[in-house]
């Protein structure tokens, strides 16, 4: 495989040394480009878009040929895995992901196939694979699922929820069945993140958007345990290096301890909990990545560069530290505003590295 010319991203997850503080953002392939709105009108729909991997490639390049971003990350759905399971995966105009199939009783969960990734997710590894070719070392390429606890809220309530009460309830009321779901789906996420790792993933994340919405007692057993059995079972070196993990739960400042003692590199943060206190509860211990407010990005960029300085000044010296939102970047932000985010923390942290 060709030499990484920027691996900064990468030494950041493993707190190696860098120049300055590597920068990516959660949904940077996005609505907000209106190049990327050209390419999903060319491929007729999301999912077309997704699982055609030259446009997948496509979309997911865009921000590079824009910005000085020091990682890409593969342009899907984390709905990939629920679909190939048979739940019959579509989008509703305005209302978000919708399952033909909804999951309600044990003999449900009994009848899911695991997925092979190569045969029924083959689109989503040949786009891993053509996206790491067009890269040519550029940056490292991350791939990334989502959280067992995740997919099952979408495949109980049959598409996203305001009060996830189907999958409470079931957790509450059948918890064998719960946790026969969430052992199904760890054994899918890893096979599937494996699948990518082999297809030229350089480092993968784990998106846990919906475990912040559990009790603390329920994350530990519904969701952290699940993610902490998918950890142990990845491929952490290929291609000669190491293959950084990152796991991120939105909402879950208040669990960064047991996070970091998942066996992940890095832990992601929302905009919710300052960095400095983060790294003084797991710095020792894991990588951090955040945490900016995605809608400082409506800012001006005087704003968004002081927001951008106040969260280096919290993080302090050293590396460990990758920079980018506290979630996705939402569609209406203005590209030259995402820009200026990017030019920032480039030029403000490198105060904060000693030079090599």
Request: glycine share 10%; proline share 6%; aromatic share 8%.
């Amino acid at each position: 495989m060709t030499a990484l010319k920027n691996d900064r991203f990468l030494r950041a997850l493993l707190k190696q040394p860098v120049d300055v503080t590597p920068v990516w953002m959660m949904r940077q392939a996005g609505r907000y480009l209106p190049e990327y709105r050209a390419s999903r009108a060319k491929a007729g729909d999301f999912m077309s878009l997704c699982m055609n991997p030259a446009f997948a490639c496509e979309v997911t390049l865009q921000p590079l040929e824009r910005y000085p971003l020091d990682a890409a990350i593969l342009f899907s759905d984390i709905l990939t895995i629920p679909d190939a399971m048979g739940q019959g995966l579509y989008f509703e105009t305005g209302e978000g992901p919708r399952f033909r199939k909804v999951i309600s009783t044990v003999a449900d969960i009994e009848a899911l196939p695991i997925p092979d990734p190569h045969q029924d997710l083959g689109y989503v590894m040949d786009a891993v694979s053509t996206i790491r070719r067009e890269l040519n070392g550029r940056v490292p390429l991350i791939g990334f699922s989502g959280s067992p606890w995740t997919l099952a809220t979408y495949m109980v309530e049959g598409g996203s929820s305001k009060d996830f009460r189907k999958i409470k309830a079931m957790l509450y009321d059948q918890p064998e069945a719960m946790h026969l779901l969430l052992g199904k789906l760890a054994q899918a996420v890893t096979a599937y993140l494996n699948g990518q790792i082999q297809a030229g993933a350089q480092a993968v994340q784990i998106f846990d958007t919906w475990g912040g919405n559990l009790s603390s007692a329920a994350y530990q057993t519904f969701s952290l345990a699940y993610m902490k059995q998918i950890v142990s079972g990845l491929i952490r070196e290929h291609d000669g290096r190491k293959v950084p993990v990152i796991l991120f739960t939105k909402n879950g400042g208040q669990w960064l301890e047991s996070i970091a003692e998942a066996g992940a590199d890095a832990l992601g943060l929302d905009w919710t909990c300052d960095i400095g206190e983060a790294r003084r509860r797991v710095g020792a211990k894991v990588a951090l990545q955040g945490n900016m407010d995605p809608a400082v990005l409506y800012a001006k960029p005087e704003a968004i560069r002081a927001e951008v300085a106040r969260i280096l000044a919290s993080y302090g010296q050293g590396s460990g530290h990758v920079f980018n939102l506290g979630h996705g970047i939402t569609p209406e932000v203005d590209p030259a505003h995402a820009g200026a985010f990017i030019e920032a923390v480039h030029e403000l942290s490198a105060g904060y590295h000693t030079p090599a």
